[in-house]
């Protein structure tokens, strides 16, 4: 059950995993704007890639995502306005706004890696992950 990707989801996937790269590498240098406006600039752009411009566009401008998207998209302008601190609180906030609907599918999906899934499954760390899921009667084997 493979899915076939194309060249430009590839460079996407590339393009995304470098703007994670350059905003961790900002905020590991004491919040660097330059890095984080680079990391910003490629996430975005490799989502677009990988998703597409018109899904990409139809993810961020839902009715019920406006919230969620003006404090991701402000906490970027405000890190390219040089105040980086605050720009990247504010675009954390939006960020998991915006995908905390994933975070769930992400969670259980990491639970079922081999060596992720044990460490995930401890007794607190498993506590905190079905706080995160909403599975609060999850059963435990």
């Known amino acids: 059950m493979f899915y076939e990707i194309s060249d430009t989801q590839k460079i ?3 393009l995304a995993g470098f703007g994670v790269f350059f905003l961790f590498l900002g905020v ?3 919040f660097d704007k330059s890095l ?3 990391g910003n600039i490629l996430f975005i752009a490799g989502l677009a890639c990988v998703i597409g411009l018109e899904r990409t566009f139809r993810f961020f ?3 019920h ?3 969620a998207s003006a404090a991701f998209f402000g906490g970027i302008v405000i890190v390219l306005l040089g105040w980086p601190i605050i720009g990247m609180l504010l675009e954390t ?4 706004l915006l995908f905390s609907g994933f975070f769930p599918v992400a969670i259980n999906f990491l639970r079922r890696v081999p060596v992720l899934g044990t460490i995930l499954n401890f007794p607190g760390i498993s506590m905190l ?3 995160l899921t909403g599975d609060a009667n999850r059963t435990r084997v």
Do not use: E
Request: hydrophobic share 55%.
């Open 61 to 63: 401008f839902q009715r």
């Open 28 to 30: 590991l240098l004491l």
């Open 12 to 14: 996407g996937v590339g």
């Open 65 to 67: 995502k406006i919230k």
């Open 36 to 38: 984080l406006a680079l």
């Open 129 to 131: 992950m079905d706080k």
């Open 93 to 96: 906030y939006g960020f998991i």
